[in-house]
């Protein structure tokens, strides 16, 4: 056995632990990058998928009121008229509520757009309460709804002819700004929205199911579920 030999012991220099630190920090830093981009990517997928679905969601509720929609004439009103009303932010029409809604029988809704204080841009309201009143002593249930926030442009857009005559000619149909004192329930209605921070959302654009007072003015026809002959509300 060799006694005068001396064992080197081994081990890493200072120089090459530090090396080894910055190594492992670039790779550290590298890795909370790709982490934190990844983490910034689910989030903006997951806030366009909600925008999405909010957009989906309100758009079939206004396609599936307005395309149920029904001409009457509201003569019980202080003021009579027609049932369906349309401005440029505003529109009233008359439907009929879902068989699993509490509000049965049809219903007047009016959408509306509304500034507020609480937050930037304005609301989309849907005022929904009964289109015949039940008794002279029971108050109408009236209800408020805000569908939607952050608003910052809305306009209804009205397709029609300007003539009530039974004989209509396919020129006199264009877009109205505006749908008052008629007899008859336009051919289409357009909505486009736009939202506070320079979203808009694709045009919808609504066919109205029952069209005029009779088959002569607009080629609608009654529509016996909801209790309407010729335009008029008869109880079935």
């Known amino acids: 056995m060799m006694t005068g030999m001396k064992f080197k012991k081994q081990g890493f220099t200072l120089l090459e632990v530090l090396l080894g630190m910055s190594i492992m920090s670039v790779m550290m830093l590298l890795l909370f990058a790709s982490l934190r981009i990844c983490v910034q990517n689910w989030n903006a997928g997951e806030k366009k998928i909600a925008q999405v679905s909010q957009a989906a969601i309100i758009q079939n509720f206004l396609q599936s009121k307005l395309h149920a929609a029904v001409p009457l004439d509201a003569d019980f009103l202080e003021e009579p008229q027609f049932s369906f009303q349309g401005e440029k932010e505003q529109i009233q029409f008359v439907a009929a509520m879902p068989a699993s809604a509490s509000r049965l029988g049809l219903q007047l809704f009016k959408l509306s757009k509304k500034k507020t204080a609480r937050e930037e841009g304005s609301e989309l309201l849907v005022d929904i309460r009964p289109f015949f009143p039940q008794s002279e002593s029971e108050q109408w249930d009236v ?92 109880s079935i």
């Open 143 to 234: 209800e408020q709804v805000v569908i939607l926030t952050k608003i910052h442009s809305i306009r209804f857009a009205y397709f029609g002819s300007d003539n009530d005559n039974a004989i209509v000619d396919s020129d006199d149909y264009v877009w109205h700004d505006e749908w008052h004192d008629r007899r008859s329930l336009p051919s289409l209605v357009s909505i486009d929205i736009e939202l506070v921070g320079g979203e808009i959302w694709p045009q919808l654009v609504v066919a109205l199911k029952v069209n005029g007072s009779s088959e002569g003015s607009g080629g609608g026809k009654s529509d016996p579920s909801f209790g309407i002959v010729d335009g008029k509300f008869v």
